[in-house]
């Protein structure tokens, strides 16, 4: 059983404290030097799995800054010190130093904290926090860039396996962070093992311009007041909301300009203060989080003084725990706290880990999560049981589930209860697989005193019969009448009152239920009952990186073709997009929503003299959906979920919001995933309308998707004699004329979050003070699998 990896952050404060190696007592070569030293007494104490600590010293940043951030030759007046009030020219002996390291970078010995092999092993590096690769000057990005190669390059040398980029903090120019970045990883030099981590600060935001910390011509690094804490700049007017939202906009350019780079992933720096809004976090959930930053400044004091997370923290980490994230501590020795000691923080981690619902679920055997484990968030392909022939150990794993068939047992029971005034009963298990339907049936009769019940079986898998054959000698004493072929085409030598069959797919219909349950419905009696006799199928929009990386990345296939494919999923690093609450304008639906439902048996169905239907045109199926995005955030599939009502009171269900009451812990059916092959990104108080198709033809059926989005406005109107402006201001009321300006109310930004007014919608119904609106088109994506031309499932 895994444990939650722990890593302590030790600053460069506390490495300068550190006897240098090359003026310390002599030594032989293979002696630890004290930087070593202090990682073995760390990793010793065993609350530590990792070190993580800065790759270069002060005196780095020192010689960057004075041959980098040099005032050009030839500046005029300035407010730095000098005799005459003027800047000095540019030294040309540190012009030179500058071009020839930036033709040749190098290290010195005293600029970097570790030097050998042996010093790296557990240890995560942090590259330079100051270097500004998104700064509005061109000249600090482009000698930023180099001083980032530089740290890799080295780190490469040593054999760092992860590695914590500086953050991002200017918004205008994350295109130039990310282009840097790509770059990198791009760039064979640097291998392809090495894990890039990007610092994200959740909650910090600082509303000005310029250089986020401060550096520019003339400035040195030790005057730059912003480098000691990540902050990101956003624009003055963007409000508390949108710099919230900038932190994830800013990942997500990365993370696109990168190509969802698997190498690529993010340190979640949890810093105070944590964003108190509801659903703010949730959009990382689905993100590739592989650290949590999480100083000793997060933590409040309890009664007792000990340091503990406020609620809202505690919720969200039990939540991510279960992506097994390290978490760096830090400042863990600044004796913030009157009680626990520095080891206080690495022990209220190990307390959450303990506390975590999911996780603790992911370790209890028995539970769907542990059962899932080794599934979360890998695709696979639908079971196609018309025309393949499942394997025995298929069919073993899902007859593990005793939930379903102990639901399939009590229909049945009660089915057989409505009918105990009947002399007799039929039933008839269709694709009866190895039999555990019909283990469940014979239980259910033994159950009911007297019960006088025939029971046929279908079976169109010639392996399976011969385990069918076994278990009726050996189980069930011979009582079960076996039939071998395709339930569509086999003849029974009666009517049956009960039909049970076990068709269904993560989708209700996606393993062709509705057509086989058409062909053998002809063996009810016109008052027969079907088991199931009833699913929906249900769908949400998803944003996940990792499964839109597991799609596009798979060994098989072509892009096009992998895109196009539903699979079956265990979704872990996932997060649903849409709200409820109808939305800006009041019209869409809830979180997760109905496409469709098929009921068996069919009364009104037009058959042939076999009792088979004519065609397959009444199974084909669409749907038109509108889902409200509260948050901004990006789609890259549809989920799919399904529910079945079996009989009586008794259900099935994997929507997310039912399951626990209707089939909690049922192992059989992952969530259905439509993938997209092109994200699409959803400002906040976005419209998602989603189409969706069940196609059918004589040999195949498939399903065509396809999403578009809006964004709510004002709708136009012909502007009042108010609403116009004239260039001068003369205190008149205004009055139209030629080459006026209409005044139109201003559009709610789509980078702002959803803030809710105490009746649930958003404040700016009332634009213009008419409170109506349309919405424009700001996205679609392209029609997936046209015609079945990528996947469908065969006849």
């Known amino acids: 059983m895994l444990s939650i990896p722990i890593a302590l952050h030790i600053p460069a404060s506390e490495l300068a404290a550190l006897p240098p190696a090359s003026s310390s007592a002599p030594r032989e070569s293979d002696d630890p030097t004290p930087v070593q030293e202090l990682i073995s007494t760390t990793l010793a104490s065993r609350l530590y799995t990792y070190v993580c600590l800065p790759l270069t010293t002060p005196k780095w940043k020192d010689r960057w800054s004075r041959m980098c951030l040099q005032p050009p030759l030839g500046a005029g007046p300035s407010t730095a010190d000098g005799a005459d009030g003027h800047a000095p020219g540019r030294d040309p002996a540190v012009e030179k130093e500058a071009e020839e390291w930036r033709l040749h970078p190098k290290f010195e010995r005293e600029e970097v904290t570790v030097t050998r092999l042996e010093e790296t092993y557990s240890l995560i590096g942090m590259v330079s926090a100051w270097l500004e690769l998104d700064s509005p000057e061109s000249g600090i990005r482009y000698d930023s860039e180099l001083a980032l190669r530089q740290e890799l390059a080295y780190s490469t040398y040593l054999d760092v396996r992860t590695v914590v980029l500086p953050p991002p903090r200017n918004r205008a120019n994350v295109a130039d962070y990310a282009r840097a970045i790509n770059a990198i990883l791009n760039d064979t030099s640097f291998g392809s093992y090495m894990q890039l981590a990007v610092r994200i600060p959740v909650s910090e935001v600082e509303h000005r311009g310029g250089s986020p910390s401060g550096l520019g011509p003339g400035r040195t690094l030790a005057e730059s007041p912003g480098i000691k804490s990540p902050q990101i700049v956003v624009s003055p007017n963007a409000g508390e909301e949108g710099g919230l939202d900038s932190a994830w906009e800013m990942w997500d350019v990365i993370r696109t300009v990168c190509g969802y780079n698997s190498r690529l992933s993010i340190v979640l720096d949890l810093s105070p203060p944590f964003p108190l809004r509801l659903g703010a976090m949730d959009r990382w959930s689905a993100e590739p989080i592989r650290h949590i930053f999480l100083p000793a400044t997060s933590f409040i004091p309890n009664a007792k003084g000990y340091p503990v997370l406020a609620k809202a923290n505690q919720i969200f980490l039990k939540e ?123 239980k259910a009769v033994q159950r009911i005193e007297g019960a006088n019940v025939t029971i046929y079986a279908i079976e169109k898998n010639p392996n399976a019969l011969v385990t069918l054959q076994e278990r009726n000698a050996l189980e069930w004493e011979n009582a079960v009448t076996l039939f071998f072929g395709d339930m569509r085409s086999v003849e029974l030598p009666e009517k049956v009152d009960i039909l049970i069959s076990e068709l269904l797919g993560s989708f209700g219909d996606n393993e062709l239920s509705p057509e086989c349950l058409d062909g053998a419905q002809r063996f009810l009696k016109d008052d027969g009952i079907s088991i199931p006799s009833f699913y929906t199928a249900h769908v949400a929009p998803l944003s996940s990186s990792k499964l839109y990386n597991e799609v596009l990345h798979q060994t098989i296939g072509d892009e096009t073709k992998n895109a196009e494919t539903p699979y079956v999923v265990m979704f872990q690093a996932t997060n649903v997009l849409s709200g409820d609450g109808g939305g800006v304008r009041g019209v869409c639906g809830t979180t997760v929503q109905e496409c469709w439902s098929f009921e068996h048996p069919r009364r009104d169905l037009f058959v042939d003299a076999r009792g088979l239907p004519f ?104 502007p009042s004699a108010l609403e116009f402006i ?48 349309s919405r424009v088109k700001i996205g679609q994506t392209k029609l997936h699998n046209p015609g079945g031309r990528s996947s469908w499932i065969g006849l």
């Open 320 to 442: 991510v725990m279960q992506f097994l994230p390290i978490f760096i501590l830090s400042k863990t020795q600044a004796n913030l706290h009157n009680a626990g000691g520095s080891k206080g923080y690495a022990e209220y981690v190990r307390f959450l880990e303990k506390t975590s619902t999911t996780l603790q679920a992911m370790r209890t055997e028995g539970t769907l999560e542990s059962f899932a484990s080794t599934y979360m968030d890998r695709v696979q392909a639908p079971l196609q049981p018309l025309m393949d022939n499942l394997q025995s150990s298929t069919y073993a794993i899902f007859e593990r589930d005793p939930v379903k068939y102990e639901r399939y047992e009590e229909a049945i029971f009660q089915a057989l209860s409505a009918r105990v005034e009947q002399e007799t009963s039929v039933i008839c298990v269709a694709g009866a697989g190895r039999g555990p339907l019909i283990a469940r049936a014979y």
């Open 615 to 718: 065609s397959n045109t009444h199974n084909t199926r669409s749907a038109h959906l509108t889902f409200h995005i509260p948050h901004s955030g990006v789609l890259h599939g549809l989920a799919g979920y399904f529910e079945a009502h079996l009989y009586g009171d008794v259900s099935l269900s994997i929507h997310p919001e039912t399951k626990a009451l209707k089939s909690n812990n049922m192992l059989s059916w992952f969530p259905f995933y439509f993938p997209l092959k092109d994200p699409l990104y959803l400002p906040a108080n976005a419209e998602l309308d989603v189409h969706l198709w069940r196609m059918t033809s004589r040999q195949k059926v498939w399903y065509e998707w396809y999403a578009e989005s809006f964004l709510p406005v004002p709708t136009p109107s012909f």
């Open 726 to 773: 004239t260039p001068q201001n003369t205190g008149a009321p205004n009055t139209p004329r030629h080459g006026s300006t209409p005044i139109r109310p201003p559009r709610p930004s789509p980078m702002l979050d959803a803030s809710p007014t105490a009746e649930g919608h958003p404040p700016f119904l009332e634009i213009g003070g008419r409170g109506e609106l």
